[in-house]
């Protein structure tokens, strides 16, 4: 049975959702089996398309060894299409199936094109400005366009590029880089505690500027993101006018997400000293937990700057993101394989992996809990008593 709110619900194509949304997080850490809980609530559950054949042995025992790029994104699209295809199957037509998806990887096109052929019911874009998204899913009018955005000039300038192609962002993320994990939406480390980014501002510029270009107010539902970990906040976003809320590391500690028990672990008991903001691979700001790997690579971060150089080929043969540091050599970004790192973190690989989070206290603190419990107490005015569950 779906959960039920007193809350106002999130209008998507013509769906009406529970108003929580579950970030996408790669590599594989939400896949099929999140997705699609959160789905089955009522809600809108994401999985992350990169690399999704490390879910897959059969894609692995194909490509593990690989060094032809092609096969290689061959597979993560294979690996993308059956997890899409499973999520539906666990929702039930329920909620909404969405597919996150970096404007940053190189394999952005075909993801794009791939999660729209399988079924997805909305594609959600961040990490860049998602200006030819309109273009690419031209012929999938009832896929929901999702962009993911920090301030409201990055909307303006959306909003203005996509009403020259004739269409409107489906709904609009707002991610706040001060409190969210992962990727984050500030061009440098010292911008992501900036005024600009506070959601009640970002929320009236934007309602401003709809009011400027002539669209309706509740026409594009507004999304904030990062730092949201009580039902009180979520009251407080929703009457400030937000459509919904979107929550990444909290779902990330349910029982179903798609990552080893050690991941949900090592995010749900990291205290705020264990939580770092470093340069990524792909030259943004992010947010992880600092654990062994990633304390090794901070005290060597600035001598492998000082010496960073273009590598011949990606090491690991697919060239993920469209610029990376390690493989192109610039210095200011950062100096390790992400997608290495981030596999070694969805196999529970603690002294290996890097393990985004936020930066914020997690819902019931280190408890494991299924989604159906952190969706109730997100939406209830009382909170839900914390007892520890197994992974």
Same mark, same amino acid.
């Given at each position: 049975?779906?959960?039920?709110?007193? $809350?106002?619900? $999130?209008?998507?194509?013509?769906?009406?959702?529970?108003?929580?949304?579950?970030?996408?997080?790669?590599?594989?850490?939400?896949?099929?089996?999140?997705?699609?809980? %959160?789905? !089955?609530?009522?809600?809108?559950?994401?999985?992350?398309?990169?690399?999704?054949?490390?879910?897959?042995?059969?894609?692995?025992?194909?490509?593990?060894?690989?060094?032809?790029?092609?096969?290689?994104?061959?597979?993560?699209?294979?690996?993308?299409?059956?997890?899409?295809?499973?999520?539906?199957?666990?929702?039930?037509?329920?909620?909404?199936?969405?597919?996150?998806?970096?404007?940053?990887?190189? &394999?952005?096109?075909?993801?794009?094109?791939?999660?729209?052929?399988?079924?997805?019911?909305?594609?959600?874009?961040?990490?860049?400005?998602?200006?030819?998204?309109?273009?690419?899913?031209?012929?999938?009018?009832?896929?929901?366009?999702?962009?993911?955005?920090?301030?409201?000039?990055?909307?303006?300038?959306?909003?203005?590029?996509?009403?020259?192609?004739?269409?409107?962002?489906?709904? @609009? %993320? @707002?991610?706040?880089?001060?409190?969210?994990?992962?990727?984050?939406?500030?061009?440098? @480390?010292?911008?992501?505690?900036?005024?600009?980014?506070?959601?009640?501002?970002?929320?009236?510029? %934007?309602? !401003?500027?709809?009011?400027?270009?002539?669209? &309706?107010?509740?026409?594009?539902?507004?999304?904030?993101?990062?730092?949201?970990?009580?039902?009180?906040?979520?009251?407080?976003?929703? !009457? $400030?006018?937000?459509?919904?809320?979107?929550?990444?590391?909290?779902?990330?500690?349910?029982?179903?997400?798609?990552?080893?028990?050690?991941?949900?672990?090592? $995010?749900?008991?990291?205290?705020?000293?264990?939580?770092?903001?470093?340069?990524?691979?792909?030259?943004?700001?992010?947010?992880?937990?600092?654990?062994?790997?990633?304390?090794?690579?901070?005290?060597?971060?600035?001598?492998?700057?000082?010496?960073?150089?273009?590598?011949?080929?990606?090491?690991?043969?697919?060239?993920?993101?469209?610029?990376?540091?390690?493989?192109?050599?610039?210095?200011?970004?950062?100096?390790?394989?992400?997608?290495?790192?981030?596999?070694?973190?969805?196999?529970?690989?603690?002294?290996?992996?890097?393990?985004?989070?936020?930066? &914020?206290?997690?819902?019931?603190?280190?408890?494991?809990?299924?989604?159906?419990?952190?969706?109730?107490?997100?939406?209830?005015?009382?909170?839900?008593?914390?007892?520890?569950?197994?992974?």
């Amino acid at each position: 049975m779906m959960l039920s709110t007193d $809350l106002p619900l $999130l209008k998507i194509k013509g769906k009406s959702l529970l108003p929580i949304v579950q970030g996408g997080m790669g590599v594989g850490v939400s896949a099929h089996r999140l997705a699609g809980a %959160v789905a !089955a609530q009522g809600a809108v559950g994401t999985i992350s398309a990169v690399d999704l054949r490390r879910r897959h042995p059969d894609l692995m025992a194909q490509t593990g060894r690989c060094l032809d790029s092609a096969l290689i994104n061959q597979a993560n699209l294979t690996a993308l299409d059956r997890e899409i295809k499973a999520a539906k199957a666990l929702a039930g037509g329920a909620g909404m199936v969405a597919v996150n998806i970096m404007r940053a990887v190189s &394999e952005y096109e075909p993801y794009v094109r791939q999660s729209c052929a399988s079924g997805a019911d909305a594609v959600v874009v961040g990490a860049g400005l998602p200006l030819d998204l309109p273009e690419l899913t031209a012929g999938y009018p009832d896929v929901a366009l999702i962009p993911i955005l920090s301030d409201v000039r990055g909307i303006n300038l959306l909003l203005k590029k996509w009403m020259r192609r004739g269409r409107l962002p489906d709904a @609009i %993320v @707002i991610e706040h880089p001060r409190y969210a994990g992962g990727h984050l939406g500030a061009a440098r @480390i010292d911008d992501i505690g900036d005024a600009r980014f506070d959601f009640e501002g970002v929320l009236d510029g %934007v309602f !401003a500027l709809f009011r400027e270009l002539g669209i &309706e107010r509740d026409r594009i539902p507004l999304i904030p993101a990062g730092g949201i970990n009580s039902p009180q906040k979520v009251r407080h976003l929703l !009457a $400030l006018g937000a459509g919904a809320v979107q929550l990444g590391t909290a779902f990330a500690v349910t029982q179903e997400c798609d990552a080893h028990p050690n991941f949900k672990k090592v $995010l749900a008991e990291a205290k705020p000293e264990d939580i770092v903001t470093f340069m990524s691979t792909a030259g943004l700001p992010a947010r992880a937990v600092r654990t062994p790997w990633l304390e090794r690579y901070l005290k060597r971060e600035e001598r492998l700057q000082a010496h960073a150089s273009a590598r011949a080929r990606c090491i690991l043969a697919f060239d993920c993101l469209i610029q990376c540091g390690l493989r192109d050599g610039i210095a200011k970004f950062g100096q390790f394989c992400i997608d290495n790192q981030l596999a070694a973190a969805l196999r529970g690989e603690i002294d290996k992996g890097l393990f985004f989070r936020g930066s &914020e206290r997690l819902p019931f603190g280190d408890a494991i809990r299924p989604v159906r419990d952190l969706l109730q107490h997100l939406l209830d005015a009382a909170p839900l008593a914390v007892a520890p569950t197994a992974a």
